[in-house]
């Protein structure tokens, strides 16, 4: 590999994250083709708006997030905590939706297949009040077809939804701690907090602050 090159190698690299996408939509499509279809005739005129990763700097109102995990130690928090959340930036994650006090800033959700009628039940009440809310959506998932006008009940009424390229994870090659190199392109590990960690950071935020 090391002697062909460089444009051949970037290609077959490039084949190799093609074939891993496509397997990875046939396997784990959050919809099917029939469905996607008619959802696209009934819903083609919905309003929303696509963001990038850029242009959530309109949204932010302070050098301070709140990231909300969806721990039960998130219904500990007291009222003037509460209230010195509503005065920042928060990032909500999965079910941090149940925490009705706290609407976020952005919010990142991990559908998961196996999950996926929970999540229609869990989020249908809150679909009008989360409408001034940023759905933040990766590629995998927009991959798998999370879009407004294709799978309508993933996302808020008129949702303003973010869609940005995930990031390659860190890679450890053996069974060893991490070190400070390991952080140089990316936090994102393993899971949607390490994730959520890294999209707050490339937002340019100074204190973050985990709850629950």
Same mark, same amino acid.
């Given at each position: ?10 290609? !077959? ?31 083609? !005129? ?22 909300? $995990?969806? =721990?039960?130690?998130?219904?500990? /928090?007291?009222?003037?905590? @509460? ?19 706290? @609407? *976020? ?9 196996? =999950? @996926? ?6 989020? /249908? ?33 008129? *949702? ?15 069974? !060893? *701690? ?11 590990? !393993? ?12 937002? $340019? ?6 709850? =629950?």
């Amino acid at each position: 590999m090391n002697n062909l090159p460089s444009s051949l190698v970037k290609c !077959r690299t490039l084949l190799s994250k093609t074939k891993k996408i496509l397997k990875d939509h046939h396997q784990n499509k959050y919809i099917s083709y029939s469905d996607a279809f008619q959802n696209l005739l009934k819903y083609n !005129r919905k309003s929303y708006e696509i963001l990038n990763l850029e242009s959530l700097q309109k949204f932010k109102t302070s050098d301070t997030i709140f990231v909300l $995990g969806s =721990g039960p130690s998130l219904n500990q /928090l007291s009222q003037n905590q @509460i209230e010195t959340v509503q005065r920042h930036d928060s990032y909500g994650i999965n079910f941090s939706i149940l925490k009705k006090e706290i @609407i *976020p800033t952005f919010h990142q959700f991990s559908w998961e297949n196996e =999950g @996926i009628e929970l999540f229609y039940d869990v989020f /249908l009440p809150f679909q009008q009040v989360y409408q001034d809310v940023v759905i933040t959506v990766h590629s995998k998932e927009m991959f798998r077809m999370a879009h407004p006008v294709l799978t309508p009940s993933f996302f808020p009424e008129n *949702p303003k939804c973010c869609y940005y390229m995930l990031p390659d994870p860190i890679y450890l090659e053996e069974n !060893r *701690p991490f070190n400070d190199g390991d952080f140089d392109k990316t936090l994102f590990y !393993r899971g949607t907090l390490s994730l959520v960690l890294d999209l707050s950071l490339k937002l $340019g935020y100074q204190n973050i602050v985990l709850l =629950g």
